[in-house]
């Protein structure tokens, strides 16, 4: 099992940068697959990327390709996720997820049995 708790969200502009962390509470960190989804308001939850237990695989939705970067730090069992270049539709909660696993990266929000509280991101025009 494990406790996800999200951070880092704020208001920005468009064009701005942005880093959310996600700190998680667990034995086995290692042996988790973690991603960030993000939710606007009356839309569905949405993966936006996602890092891999075992090897460090990255996987990115397209409209964050090239403008928000994903890793993970074991020591301090922390995920980030590094965003720039942001845009007013990037504005939504953000959410850190996890399942158990160690090859796949799952863009449905149904693979993933734990989730954190969120953290809003609001890019402004």
């Known amino acids: 099992q494990v406790q996800l708790v999200e951070s880092g969200g704020g208001l920005v502009g468009t064009e701005d940068s942005l880093r959310l962390s996600c700190v998680a509470s667990?034995?086995?960190?290692?042996?988790?697959?973690l991603a960030w989804f993000r939710q606007a308001p009356g839309k569905e939850r949405e993966f936006v990327a996602g890092?891999?237990?075992?090897?460090?695989?990255?996987a990115y939705t397209d409209s964050a390709k090239g403008r928000f970067m994903v890793s993970k730090d074991s020591a301090a069992q922390t995920l980030s996720l590094q965003m720039g270049s942001l845009k007013p539709e990037d504005t939504a909660v953000y959410y850190c997820?996890?399942?158990?696993?160690?090859?796949?990266?799952?863009?449905?929000?149904?693979?993933?049995?734990?989730w954190g509280r969120g953290t809003q991101v609001t890019v402004s025009s």
């Open positions: 997820a996890a399942r158990e696993g160690t090859a796949r990266i799952p863009a449905s929000a149904r693979e993933y049995p734990w």
């Open positions: 667990t034995r086995t960190f290692n042996s988790y697959t």
């Open positions: 890092i891999s237990a075992s090897d460090r695989r990255t």
